[in-house]
């Protein structure tokens, strides 16, 4: 049997606008890219939450 898991990810970005409308996909690529190669195998473990499971059809 397979499972399929959905995680999530916090990462920050700084920007000029309060309701993130100045973000584009390069930062976001950018703040997640960074944030992942900044952490450790144990730290990462510990930054994603999974939220979702089910399980795969064969």
Known sequence: ???????????????????ATDVTPAMLREALLSK?????DKE??????CFDTHEEEA
Request: charged share 25%; proline share 0%.
């Open 44 to 49: 990462l473990k510990h930054s994603c939450n």
């Open 1 to 19: 049997m397979k499972y399929n898991h959905a995680f999530d990810f916090g990462f920050e970005i700084v920007s000029e606008c309060e309701q």
């Open 36 to 40: 992942v190669k900044s952490l450790s």
